[in-house]
């Protein structure tokens, strides 16, 4: 047996639930098989596999990877001593991981618009549509929540004893379901408010936040953890706190535990029950018809006032300024505008990109973070350091995932117009390309760094920030001339080759070491460095040329 | 109840920031091939998609087969079907698996969908592509599986948005003819397209919407008679007011050339 199977066999347990809710439960197992067909069938695809195969283990993976994530969380809710401090740790956690797997994972399934012209004109009602959506949501999140409660179920149950594991479980259940609703209820709110296309801006800027929240966390975390003496930390109910779900369930739970039938147990109680049931009533009798309504005015007509005249002209008037500037004819004018437009419009490609400029942010405070000093040790000792050096080579980051990312595009079949337009030399292509990715991206970003040196080590570091503009620029156009030669936009996501990257990317770090290398030597003779500057401007002036010379043959499709 | 007006609309209006649909009053007998076409945006997808019940926001009356179509809109999709603009699919699925979801939508017996829909696919010159995904399919096939989908439950209306894009001509003499012969079965089509050939064999009736108006409403003799034209295009184009083909196309050739 399949886990579709077991999931719908699951399900089947729970028709009565669902008929009593007004729900038509034949065709939501209809609905929710069908998605759960599809879902698995995406996840081969990711996965590169023969097409016709089914992840057969694809369940035990996900449990498997989460497990892991549990095992942590586990040890360190084990090793604090407080109850209430460990579970709204744990309860944290599960609904950070819910509500963020929604936004990020679900928010295609929960807004997509072809069940509007798929399931919306068959006899299907609407409660029964959306129950099913939520159904099958429901189902992969208690995949994630299984995975990461399973190990800290086990030690909760060992330390606080079995009693306890049922309420525990309990509350992991209402957990889920006030992340759940809590995410809905904000996705109702912003449509209320916005149009399609301002949801779907959120949604990606939330989606790139968490993105780099995740990899700072990871990064940052760990050395921030030795800092609080979390084993002589007890928390205090405060009026505050009845705003913050985790702790309703850690509320409850002390509740049970130590038999504390106090005011402030008691609400906590109430709303750690309350709200989720509560929820999932206005939701089925209230909320469902809203939503439905108003998925079905999505996809239609746009409500969104266009931009005014004046503002668009003023636009593109700064574009064509910037584009006249940089560029040397219209091939790669064209190529420049483009990407400079596509880096500041793609979703998908604003996704891959954007958390760059987040990771500047925590690698820098990463490699700043050492020892034990407190923050503002480390700030006061900063004038005294070369720390700049990181932060100017840092930057440079944010080119290199845009110089990587830029030639793919679901969109890849739009590229048709380079191979009919009689483009003779696709390297002025690449050089436009590579022109945006550092106007767009680099500068605007070097700026603020450049404007923060300045703050902390003052007028003197102003050489090394200008040496190491033209540096960055320098080793954009060197990675670009020996990486593979792609048009921008024209291959297809699925494309992407990791083998021989390893070769590359160790020439590509001797490519960026080196000059880097240069400038860490010679900023001690600020005349000397200034005066390499022309030398600099040479040779990007070469390698600019050879690279706007690659011929066709040399460009990859 | 006998039901001769098996499709009725009064004063039908629809509003998103401007006015798409203005008080558009339809009577639609049993049996009768309706051919609805406009300009784009004229409001043609808009009223399908109210009759269908997929838009439930409007001003206005509107019955199918003597149901509201507010109060009774699922007693309507079980008796309707609709054919949408664009082939919207699920992709990864193979057309049995598709039909087969289909038909449990519309309560159908498992064993019978699956029968029906392998006939219909090899009608349609896809029984060898039935277990095969969608996703390698070109936009003729999977028009050709929407329209199947459209019909699969044997529905009394058929509300069809452009069903013949990306069809090739062998495919699109099949629908003009399958539309034919669903009439003559008693089945009430209504039509809209582009295509005014097909539009102009198939109707019985053609109805003719500009800017969410009704500007024209007769079978093509009378309208033909009224204005004097010699071919459903041009009557078309006299009627919705856009005479000026020849010189918008003059003009397109100097810019061209100027340029």
């Known amino acids: 047996m399949n886990i579709e199977s077991l999931l ?103 807004l997509d618009t072809s069940d509007n012209t798929i399931i919306l004109p068959r006899p299907v009602d609407g409660r029964t549509l959306f129950i099913a959506r939520l159904t099958h949501i429901m189902l992969y999140l208690g995949q994630l929540t299984l995975g990461l409660s399973l190990i800290p179920s086990i030690l909760v149950g060992f330390k606080f ?44 800027y939330f989606q790139i936040i968490m993105a780099v929240a995740m990899m700072g966390g990871y990064q940052l975390l760990p050395r921030m953890m030795g800092r609080f003496e979390v084993e002589d930390y007890v928390f205090e109910i405060d009026s505050w706190s009845y705003l913050i779900p985790p702790i309703w369930m850690g509320g409850a739970l002390e509740l049970v535990y130590y038999q504390l039938f106090d005011a402030p147990h008691l609400i906590l109680t109430a709303l750690c029950i309350l709200v989720p049931l509560g929820g999932l009533y206005i939701t089925n009798q209230y909320l469902t018809p809203i939503f439905n309504k108003k998925l079905s005015a999505l996809g239609g007509a746009t409500e969104q006032p266009a931009k005014t005249k004046e503002e668009k002209a003023q636009k593109s008037n700064l574009l064509e300024n910037i584009s006249f500037r940089v560029t040397s004819n219209s091939f790669e004018r064209a190529a420049f505008e483009l990407v400079y437009k596509i880096l500041g419009r793609d979703r998908k490609i604003k996704l891959k990109i954007y958390p760059a400029v987040g990771y500047i942010l925590v690698f820098g405070l990463v490699f700043m973070i050492r020892g034990n000093e407190d923050f503002s040790t480390l700030w006061n000792n900063l004038p005294n350091t070369q720390y700049y050096f990181v932060l100017i080579y840092l930057t440079f980051m944010i080119s290199q995932v845009a110089l990587y990312e830029i030639p793919y595009s679901d969109d890849f079949k739009a590229s048709w117009f380079y191979s009919s337009a009689p483009v003779d030399r696709p390297g002025e292509i690449l050089s436009g390309m590579v022109k945006a990715i550092f106007t767009k991206l680099f500068l605007p970003i070097y700026s603020v760094i450049a404007a923060l040196i300045l703050f902390v080590w003052g007028i003197s570091a102003l050489d090394d920030i200008l040496f190491g503009l033209f540096n960055n620029f320098l080793i954009l156009l060197i990675i670009a001339t020996i990486g593979k030669r792609i048009l921008p936009l024209t291959m297809a996501p699925s494309a992407k080759n990791q083998t021989g990257n390893f070769l590359r990317g160790m020439l590509m770090l001797l490519c960026m070491a080196l000059p880097g290398g240069l400038h860490y030597l010679l900023s001690k003779w600020p005349l000397i460095l200034m005066s390499m500057i022309p030398i600099q401007l040479g040779a990007i002036y070469l390698i600019l040329r050879s690279y706007k010379a690659t011929k066709w043959s040399s460009i990859q499709f | 109840m006998s039901i001769t007006n098996v499709i009725t609309t009064q004063d039908l209006s629809k509003t998103y920031t401007t006015k798409v649909l203005n008080n558009i009053n339809l009577e639609i007998k049993s049996g009768e091939i309706i051919g609805y076409i406009g300009p784009n945006g004229a409001g043609k997808s808009t009223t399908i998609k109210i009759l269908t019940g997929i838009i439930p926001d409007f001003d206005g009356d509107a019955t199918v087969l003597g149901f509201d179509i507010r109060k009774d809109t699922l007693e309507i999709k079980r008796r309707i079907g609709y054919i949408p603009e664009n082939a919207a699919l699920y992709e990864t699925l193979t057309p049995l698996e598709y039909l087969h979801f289909i038909g449990q939508l519309y309560s159908l017996d498992k064993n019978q969908t699956e029968t029906k829909a392998n006939e219909l696919l090899r009608v349609f010159e896809l029984g060898n592509h039935s277990e095969s995904r969608m996703t390698t399919f070109s936009k003729g096939m999977k028009q050709k599986v929407l329209l199947i989908a459209g019909m699969i439950h044997n529905p009394s209306i058929l509300f069809l948005d452009e069903p013949l894009s990306g069809l090739d001509a062998n495919a699109v003499i099949l629908v003009k003819e399958i539309l034919t012969q669903l009439k003559q079965s008693g089945k009430t089509i209504f039509y809209s397209s582009h295509i005014m050939d097909v539009v102009e064999k198939i109707s019985d009736r053609i109805i003719i919407i500009n800017k969410g108006e009704m500007i024209a409403n007769g079978t093509y003799a009378e309208l033909n008679s009224q204005a004097q034209s010699g071919s459903l295009e041009q009557l078309f184009t006299e009627i919705t007011g856009n005479k000026e083909h020849q010189s918008a196309a003059g003009q397109f050739i100097s810019i061209l050339e100027n340029k």
């Open chain 1, 8 to 110: 719908l066999k699951f399900l089947d347990l729970l028709q009565g639930l669902y008929r009593a809710a007004g729900v038509n439960y034949e065709q939501l197992r209809a609905i929710v098989a069908i998605k759960l067909t599809m879902d698995n069938r995406r996840q081969v695809m990711s996965f590169k596999k023969k097409e016709n195969q089914e992840p057969g283990n694809a369940f035990a993976m996900t449990l498997l990877f989460y497990s892991i994530f549990g095992i942590f969380v586990a040890v360190f809710i084990y090793s604090i001593p407080s109850m209430m401090v460990s579970m709204i740790f744990f309860f944290s956690y599960i609904m950070v991981m819910v509500a963020m797997t929604l936004i990020t994972d679900f928010s295609s399934i929960l």
């Open chain 1, 161 to 204: 004893g079995g009693l306890f594991l049922v309420f525990f479980l309990i509350a992991i259940v209402f957990a889920v379901f006030t992340a759940l609703l809590i995410t809905n209820a904000t996705y109702l709110l912003i449509m209320q408010f916005a149009s399609e296309e301002k949801l779907k801006n959120v949604i990606n």
